[in-house]
């Protein structure tokens, strides 16, 4: 039984391995490799790093390249104004790219002041936050999590304004 198991397994292990990305996942990529283009200039996230000796491209490079070293060196940066912008939507793309469950099992083993840090930023990046799609990632810091708006404005819908006479 274990001579056929282990093939089996090897097997499945590689289709997913060697799955073709989602469309949000391809999206991601996408957003990502612009960002990593933009020009340097005075107060982008390149400038900002660059003023703490960071030097963010490369790193970001790795990170979307799967390097979990990377994107664990990222988890901790803090900016200001246009850098953060950049920096918490790069976590966003990033958190799609890996996927929930590569994404939270690192997350998680990070100290909680960088869990909070990693999943606000990613929180205030999204629009339409999707957390349901993404729980694992969410239950690292539930409480820096918005309420879903979603729910807010059907609630809102279903009490009708009375019109004055």
Not at 50 to 70: G, N, Q, T
Not at 77 to 97: P, Q, V
Not at 100 to 113: C, G, H, P, R
Not at 131 to 154: E, H
């Amino acid at each position: 039984m274990k001579s056929l198991l282990y093939p089996i397994l090897s097997m499945i292990a590689c289709t997913i391995a060697t799955a073709e990305p989602t469309l949000i996942q391809r999206e991601a990529k996408q957003a990502l490799e612009m960002n990593i283009k933009m020009k340097d200039y005075r107060g982008s996230i390149f400038a900002q790093a660059h003023l703490d000796k960071i030097d963010y491209r490369p790193i970001l490079r790795r990170a979307i390249d799967r390097d979990s070293e990377a994107l664990v060196s990222l988890f901790p940066m803090e900016f200001m104004g246009e850098g953060a912008e950049t920096h918490c939507s790069n976590l966003l793309h990033l958190m799609r790219l890996w996927g929930d469950d590569a994404f939270s099992v690192l997350l998680t083993k990070q100290a909680k002041e960088i869990r909070d840090l990693v999943v606000s930023s990613i929180d205030y990046a999204w629009a339409d936050p999707e957390w349901d799609v993404y729980t694992k990632t969410r239950a690292v810091s539930p409480n820096n999590v918005r309420r879903d708006s979603k729910k807010q404005n059907k609630s809102e819908q279903a009490t009708p304004m009375k019109l004055s006479d």
